[in-house]
């Protein structure tokens, strides 16, 4: 028997605790500095907003970590000593282990700001800072947002909901346009400025001001504008945290460094989630994924080699899902913010500006090759399926009805999605197939 230490309790590191369970009568303990027990992550803005509390983030009852036999520590790693395989404990003093997963997580990006750790700055990762933004946005004018991703727009709608005004500081020309291709970009930045957030693109932070207490008082920005303010959300980006591994001899890149089984450069240690990166990427897919089921997957599969089943993780075809305030966004395979080589594209916006689908296909033979989605839920496993089949787009096309999510009574857009894709392309047109909804039928 073996005692395995996990070191963070986020979806990876408790995903791999769950399945080593399963699988094993090792000694499980896991080892948290953030909080005592696991968490939704995902829930942080919507206990700020008044839709959960605390509480109702933990999909386990206390007593399931004693009945599984899962040891929780709460306390932080000071350091790892991989030689002696032993870790050194802020409160616990040392602790011995056999194996060792690391699953520390991600912290938010810092660039060096003037101003950067003044009170009143904070990211939105952990517990501790959602404990710290509910202190510093209580009575306040206006936050001032440094970043335009998914946790910014989560920060802001957050902001928002308690009648704050919200300035988004975004360098790009367009929001989020690294990721999404112009299109989607310009449909998001309008639905962000709806919702009256004050959206400034190309305008980057210079500094953060303080008062006369040490607290946030204004931001500069790069074009030479003040902006007064009392919060100052850091949102731009995250980093694997591996501060406590750094000197450990575990060798590092931008995150730890881990082959196609998980493992790192020392026997026996492996590195899941947030924190990992590959040093072989699978194709399509980047070195780093920060993403709740990237790191699910890799807990399942580390589990498994650790129990003597070695599996090389294989994360599949790339989707993600998110919220921009209320317009759902997904994306299944690969939409790049540019066309690359031998790709076409076909994109279909509905005149409310709030609903649209782009497509990207190869241009040679037409393979599907990934599709963003804005305003329509779309069901996981048939976009999957068609990735996995290497479907051409006018079968994705043809039958798209098989892919609505929606409940029968919500419009549905298939039909004009192939009209736009017919009037625009003459070398085939396509016809939807499949039942029409009930709605559909009594409209006729």
């Not at 989707?319 to 759902?328: H, Q, V, Y």
């Not at 509905?350 to 649209?356: C, D, L, Y």
């Amino acid at each position: 028997m073996k005692h395995i230490v996990i070191i963070g309790n986020g979806i990876s590191g408790i995903t791999a605790a769950r399945h080593l369970r399963k699988q094993s009568d090792h000694d499980i303990t896991v080892i948290s500095a953030e909080s005592e027990y696991f968490w939704s992550r995902t829930a942080l803005m919507y206990i700020y907003m008044g839709h959960m509390k605390k509480e109702h983030t933990q999909p386990y009852e206390n007593w399931f970590w004693k009945k599984n036999k899962i040891n929780l520590i709460h306390d932080y790693v000071k350091s790892v000593n991989h030689e002696n395989k032993k870790l050194k404990l802020d409160k616990k003093g040392d602790l011995i282990y056999d194996v060792l997963i690391l699953a520390t997580g991600a912290k938010p990006n810092k660039f060096g700001w003037p101003g950067q750790d003044l009170e009143g700055v904070s990211g939105m990762v952990s517990q501790q800072d959602l404990e710290y933004i509910e202190k510093y946005t209580k009575n306040i004018d206006r936050g001032v947002i440094v970043g335009g991703g998914l946790i910014g727009v989560e920060l802001a709608e957050m902001l928002a909901s308690r009648k704050i005004n919200v300035s988004m500081l975004v360098r790009e020309e367009q929001f989020w346009n690294n990721v999404l291709p112009e299109q989607e970009a310009n449909l998001i930045g309008n639905h962000i400025k709806e919702h009256h957030v004050d959206l400034r693109l190309q305008s980057e932070l210079k500094e953060i001001v303080a008062d006369e207490n040490g607290r946030v008082k204004a931001v500069l920005t790069g074009d030479g504008k003040e902006i007064p303010c009392q919060f100052v959300g850091l949102t731009a980006g995250v980093h694997p945290n591996i501060e406590m591994v750094k000197e450990s001899g575990i060798e590092c890149g931008r995150g730890i460094l881990v082959n196609e089984y998980l493992e790192t450069s020392i026997p026996n240690v492996y590195a899941i989630g947030d924190c990992a990166e590959r040093r072989t990427p699978v194709p399509g897919r980047v070195p780093i994924e920060q993403v709740w089921y990237t790191g699910r997957m890799m807990g399942e599969v580390v589990a498994k080699t650790i129990c003597g089943e070695k599996t090389e993780y294989l994360p599949g075809h790339w989707f993600n899902s998110a919220k921009f305030f209320d317009i759902e966004y997904q994306t299944y395979g690969r939409v790049w913010n540019k066309l690359k080589e031998n790709e076409s594209e076909f994109y279909w916006e509905h005149g409310s500006g709030k609903i649209a689908m782009h497509f990207i296909y190869a241009t040679d033979t037409k393979k599907f090759l990934g599709v963003n989605s804005f305003g329509i839920r779309l069901r996981h496993e048939t976009f999957d399926q068609w990735l996995k089949e290497e479907a051409d787009i006018y079968t994705v096309l043809e039958n798209l009805r098989a892919a609505n999510f929606d409940p029968e009574f919500y419009k549905r857009y298939e039909v004009e999605v192939a009209d736009a894709f017919n009037s625009q392309h003459s070398e085939r047109q396509v016809s939807v197939k499949g039942k029409k909804s009930l709605l559909e039928k009594i409209l006729g």
